[in-house]
C-alpha cells in the first residue's frame, strides 16, 4: 500500500497564517506530522503576503516540539542564480551553480538564523529544486543528510545522503511508494484544502513520518529503475505544466472574449 509524507512550504513571518492555521488544525486532527519548510532569512517579495506574525518563530517552535519536522528552505529564497541542478525543474535558482564558498555561506547562515530561534533543521528542501553535488558535500558537512526532493517510487541513497523523494503537488491515491506531496499554504485554494480535507480522511493511517522512512530506507541505493522513473516522471511534469499554462491561456482568452 502507497505511503505518504506532507511537505509545507515557504514558511517565513510574512507567510499566510489563516490558511496555515486552518491546516494545522486539520493536520492535528490526525495526528500528521508534516514537514514544514522554513526559510531563514526571507528577501523573497513572493512570500510576503501577510503582516509580519511577531510570534512567528515561537509558532515554529511549538510545531517542533510537537513532532513536526523542520526542513531549512534556502537561505533567503532569492533565485538568481543560474546552473544545473540535480534536479533541473527551473533555470534560476538560488544555489545550483553558485560556488562552493558561497553555497556555504548561505547553508551556514540559514541554519545558524534557525538555531538562534530555537529550530534544529533536519532536512533540506531547496527553493524551486535548485541545489547540485556541492550543495549537498555542504549540507553533509553541517550536519543535513536528508534531502526532500527528487523522482523515485522508494526513497534512496546518493552522494551521501537519504533522498526522499518528493513527486506530487497535490494529494491523490497511489499504488505502492513513498509519496511525498508539496503544498504551498500561501497559494492554497479552497478547493485543495477541501480536497486534502477528505484525503486525509480515508488514508490519513497511509501517513508515515520522516523518522520512519529514515529507519527504513536509509541504506536503499539509487537503483536502475529510479533512474528510469525520474526521466519518465520529469517528462510528466513538462506535459502536465504545459498542458496546464494551455488551459489559463484559454480561461484568459474566454474572459477577454
Ligand atoms: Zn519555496
Known amino acids: 500500500m502507497a505511503e505518504y509524507l506532507l511537505r509545507f512550504d515557504d514558511f517565513c513571518p510574512t507567510m499566510n497564517h489563516e490558511k496555515w492555521t486552518k491546516l494545522a488544525d486539520l493536520l492535528d486532527h490526525y495526528s500528521i506530522k508534516p514537514i514544514v519548510a522554513v526559510v531563514p532569512d526571507n528577501q523573497d517579495s513572493s512570500l510576503r503576503v501577510a503582516p509580519e506574525d511577531p510570534s512567528f518563530w515561537n509558532r515554529m517552535n511549538r510545531l517542533q516540539a510537537n513532532g513536526y519536522v523542520i526542513a531549512l528552505h534556502g537561505y533567503q529564497h532569492v533565485c538568481n542564480v543560474r546552473g544545473h541542478s540535480m534536479v533541473p525543474l527551473h533555470r534560476l535558482t538560488e544555489f545550483a551553480g553558485a560556488s562552493e564558498l558561497e553555497q556555504r555561506y548561505k547553508i551556514e547562515s540559514g541554519i545558524h538564523i534557525l538555531q538562534s530561534h530555537g529550530l534544529t533543521p533536519q532536512i533540506w528542501v531547496a527553493p524551486r529544486h535548485g541545489f547540485d553535488h556541492t550543495t549537498i558535500k555542504v549540507l553533509g558537512q553541517l550536519g543535513i543528510t536528508t534531502i526532500s526532493d527528487g523522482f523515485a517510487r522508494y526513497p534512496f541513497r546518493l552522494d551521501g545522503a537519504l533522498w526522499v523523494p518528493q513527486q506530487l503537488w497535490d494529494v491523490r491515491e497511489m499504488a505502492e511508494g513513498v509519496w511525498t506531496v508539496c503544498c504551498h499554504p500561501n497559494t492554497l485554494a479552497e478547493r485543495s484544502f477541501d480536497h486534502l480535507r ?5 488514508h490519513h493511517s497511509q501517513f508515515t513520518t ?32 504545459l498542458l496546464y499554462r494551455v488551459r489559463q491561456q484559454n480561461l484568459a482568452w474566454a474572459a477577454g472574449a
Do not use: C, P
Request: no cysteine; net charge positive; charged share 40%.
Open 210 to 241: 520522516v523518522e520512519e522512512v529514515r529507519q527504513r530506507w536509509s541504506n536503499r541505493r539509487r537503483s536502475l529503475g529510479d533512474r528510469i522513473f525520474d526521466s519518465f516522471w520529469r517528462k510528466r511534469i513538462v506535459v502536465r505544466d
Open 198 to 202: 477528505a484525503f486525509l480522511q480515508a
